[in-house]
């Protein structure tokens, strides 16, 4: 019973070596000219300045980005349900309950929008 987990055993020890050997790769061969400038934070090109933590940063764009997660997801939703809607027997039921979804969608959308979690600036 054992022998046949070892395929696994030897696909799961190659990753990790080869995982290993990447990290130490990385650190033998890594450039040490480490300056003022490179070391400071950097985001955007904009020169950073003030306490980190006493700012109010504008978060629009993580707002958008896990609302397109969240509308990507729940179309993934959509594409079982066209395929099993070829059965004639449960066609109707599964429509109603695709387009209570598909609402759903819509009303959460529509507070997103009403809210300006899509406005970019």
Do not use: Q
Not at 23 to 42: A, C, D, I, V
Not at 54 to 59: E, M, T, V, Y
Not at 111 to 117: L, P
Request: with cysteine; glycine share 6%; hydrophobic share 60%.
């Amino acid at each position: 019973m054992l022998l046949s987990y070892l395929p696994v055993l030897i696909m799961i020890g190659a990753a990790s070596f080869m995982a290993m050997m990447a990290l130490f790769m990385s650190f033998l061969f890594n450039p040490r000219n480490h300056y003022r400038e490179k070391l400071t934070p950097w985001e955007c090109g904009m020169e950073p300045h003030g306490e980190a933590n006493k700012g109010h940063f504008r978060i629009h764009f993580f707002i958008i980005a896990i609302l397109f997660i969240v509308f990507d997801v729940e179309t993934l939703f959509l594409f079982p349900w066209a395929v099993i809607l070829s059965d004639k027997g449960l066609s109707v039921f599964l429509f109603a309950e695709v387009l209570v979804f598909i609402i759903i969608l819509a009303i959460g959308l529509i507070y997103a929008w009403v809210k300006g979690a899509l406005e970019w600036v």
